[in-house]
């Protein structure tokens, strides 16, 4: 395991090299810019995992409770620093991952990809273990993060205190046909542009991190690999969640129908606390919806 810790200081010198990393200077930059926005001090590990080298930056007590954060495709790890700082970061240690094959400074494993749910229970197993948390982690996930959770919650359920999903994706409802057909000239062909305008028409136009944009704009340029796909997770236990979970939908999301996705995440969990925050789309909702995460994090 590499460590480094940092404060609000430039930060791209401090991390260790590894071998065939596929991101550029450029965005090496952007995302050191984005990090360098979080509470100080952040302590960043490039962990070992079966699956290639993965990257967590933590911040917080180190006796806090444990928080584990997965992101959104391409929003990288640093998209928590809105959380952390709104809160996160004083009642738990928070320990925000780079997902190994999506934009970020994890490094896949050549030959060896993460190409299923098994693979990446696998790989979040080595993730939990090279963190070494202290008692009962909090697992999070936003979006394909939160859908990546629940897959793990549903086969390591005693490795977890406590699931939260913010605005999951194909967990209890699937994507909207306009949504996919507005994203595919992104996901087929990335340029900053094309980005910038999909996030623009997404969040209804919602004042977002500029760091964070420009990072978005340098995600263009990473060559990640094919996400993984496959069937919603089953959480569902005999009569219930295998672990308690918490899920909060953004009221705005383009993605899905927020309403009719938390009514089958209630009918699907009855005893899961579900809840719609309205006003806040999808991919905005770690940015701009910073403090009410926080809070919901915080009430246990």
Not at 79 to 97: E, S, Y
């Amino acid at each position: 395991m590499f460590r480094t810790s940092t404060s609000h200081t430039p930060r791209s010198n401090r991390t260790p090299r590894t071998p065939h990393t596929p991101h550029t200077p450029h965005f090496r930059a952007a995302y050191d810019a984005v990090l360098a926005q979080w509470p100080a001090p952040v302590d960043s590990v490039v962990l070992p995992t079966p699956y290639g080298l993965t990257r967590v930056n933590s911040c917080g007590p180190a006796g806090a409770p444990p928080l584990v954060l997965l992101p959104g495709a391409g929003a990288t790890s640093t998209v928590w620093g809105a959380c952390a700082r709104a809160g996160l970061a004083g009642t738990h240690r928070v320990h925000a991952v780079d997902l190994v094959g999506d934009p970020g400074l994890s490094v896949p494993e050549p030959g060896r990809a993460v190409r299923t749910t098994g693979d990446l229970v696998g790989w979040l197993d080595a993730v939990l273990d090279g963190i070494g948390p202290h008692g009962p982690v909090t697992l999070g996930g936003h979006s394909y993060g939160a859908w990546i959770a629940a897959h793990y919650a549903a086969s390591r359920p005693t490795r977890l205190g406590r699931l939260v999903l913010l605005d999951p994706t194909r967990v209890f409802a699937g994507f909207r046909h306009g949504y996919v057909l507005r994203a595919l000239p992104m996901l087929v062909r990335p340029t900053p542009e094309r980005i910038r305008s999909f996030l623009v028409w997404e969040s209804g136009g919602a004042e977002l991190d500029p760091a964070w944009l420009r990072l978005q704009d340098e995600t263009a340029r990473f060559r990640a690999v094919r996400p993984v796909t496959g069937p919603r997770p089953d959480l569902t236990g005999p009569g219930e969640p295998p672990v308690p979970v918490h899920v909060l939908f953004a009221g705005r999301a383009r993605c899905h129908d927020a309403d009719r996705a938390a009514g089958a995440a209630r009918r699907m969990l009855p005893g899961a606390r579900v809840d719609v925050l309205p006003g806040v789309s999808h991919h905005a909702l770690p940015l701009v919806a910073a403090g009410e995460i926080a809070r919901l994090v915080a009430a246990g």
